[in-house]
């Protein structure tokens, strides 16, 4: 593969990304508008996000076993087209249960499109993949910092939610271009005999308790970025009366600095250890938001401060998966981003529903106690396997 190819290859999957991040990145600013349009609560739109959750379950496990057959470029077509037909339903729903169905059918292209970028970015051959893979993930903390400060001053400025999608269908458009004339490298088999001929024995994830492990760590650790995109304007709106415009700024900075961390946290955790660097920068963010929390209004500003930490967690964890798990790695990746989107999905819900009983400032305790569980999971993943991840880290 020459360099132009790859070139556009990468470039295809880093503004796949992007367009990822124009639909979740703006739905926390669009809560408070959502609930008026379709007069719906704080619990109900967590069962929104449930509910696209559970889209993005059920085809996140049919992709995995699907992708090898169809391919890399194929899982990244069908994904954006699923997604432009679910846009185009946010568009024309007449009500919050045709939404919900298309924030449903949202979640199914997502999987596609994720599990296409996180196997098809470490089959380039270069240097520091996991830097490669956080900066593709860095796009969407980039484009995330950028639409959430575009929808609230468009918002303000009269722009209806329907208009801003029907803009993002556009450029999910381009995004399809790309895909259609970029060239990928191949998705290698897994070998199904040893060098002695003999047939390999596959070991089900399921009797893997590391998969379990990885679904805490990663789930209940999700919730520190997704808790803060989902509901951190209705925390400063409905607890303290600030305007979207206002919260959707201090969002937009949190996101900014998520795409710093993004770009930059891939090299610092080629020198320290990917689990290490996950469990360091959970432990100085539960800090950071309990401090927050407590300080009210004034602790506002310390919140974009975890953005540049919580950008490493995701695409590092899932980039250790295949180190750790030496057999049935697509499956195993399958079943732990099913169970850690589901952890952290109820955990929005669940937040939506302490804003309903018990008032948002307490309720936002949740995500200090949510990233406590996470590192003591990350802590066990590493005694576990020292020796693979630090072999990991030295052969880059």
């Known amino acids: 593969m020459n360099k132009k190819v790859k070139y556009l ?70 994904g954006t087209l699923i997604i432009i037909g ?52 860095g796009s969407y903390g980039m484009g995330s910092a950028f639409i ?37 490298p191949p998705i290698p088999k897994e070998a199904k005999t040893d060098p002695q001929g003999a047939p390999i024995v596959h070991t089900s994830p399921f009797k893997n ?28 709106k409905e607890g303290f009366s600030i305007t979207e415009n206002i919260g959707s700024t201090y969002l937009s900075i949190f996101f900014i600095l998520f795409t710093i961390g993004r770009f930059t946290g891939g090299f610092v955790l080629e ?26 209004q004034d602790g506002f500003i310390l919140f974009p401060a975890a953005g540049v930490l919580q950008a490493i967690i995701y695409p590092t964890m899932i980039l250790t998966i295949p180190r750790v798990f030496n057999r049935n790695s697509a499956k195993a990746m399958s079943i732990i981003v099913i169970g850690a989107s589901l952890i952290n999905n109820l955990s929005s819900y669940g937040l939506g529903i302490l804003n309903d009983t018990i008032g948002v400032t307490k309720a936002f305790y949740m995500l200090p106690i949510q990233l406590s569980i996470s590192v003591i999971a990350a802590f066990l993943i590493y005694q576990d396997n020292k020796k693979k991840l630090e072999a990991a880290v030295s052969d880059s």
Not at 34 to 40: G, N, P
Not at 166 to 171: A, D, E, K, R, S
């Open 9 to 78: 290859a990468i470039f295809s999957l880093f503004s796949t990304m992007l367009g990822m991040s124009f639909i979740g990145g703006s739905r926390g600013v669009l809560v408070p508008v959502l609930k008026q349009d379709f007069t719906i609560t704080d619990s109900t739109m967590g069962i929104i996000f449930l509910i696209s959750t559970l889209g993005y379950m059920i085809f996140t496990y049919i992709v995995g076993n699907i992708l090898e057959k169809i391919g890399n470029k194929k899982t990244l077509i069908i």
């Open 209 to 236: 308790k590391l998969t379990y492990l990885y679904i805490f760590a990663l789930g209940f650790g999700l919730f520190g970025e997704h808790g803060i995109n989902n509901w951190f304007v209705n925390y400063m």
């Open 271 to 296: 020198k320290i250890g990917y689990i290490k660097g996950v469990i360091y920068a959970h432990l100085i963010t539960i800090v950071i938001y309990t401090v927050a929390i407590t300080l009210g």
């Open 148 to 184: 959430q400060k575009l929808t609230g001053f468009l918002l303000t400025n009269g722009i209806g939610w329907r208009q801003m999608i029907l803009g993002i269908i556009g450029f999910q458009i381009f995004i399809l271009i790309l895909i259609i004339i970029s060239k990928y």
């Open 86 to 137: 679910s846009l185009t339903l946010m568009i024309i729903s007449p009500n919050y249960i045709i939404f919900a169905l298309a924030y449903f059918i949202n979640g199914a292209g997502n999987a596609f499109l994720i599990f296409g970028v996180n196997f098809t970015t470490p089959l380039f051959a270069v240097a520091f993949q996991a830097a490669l893979l956080n900066i593709i993930h």
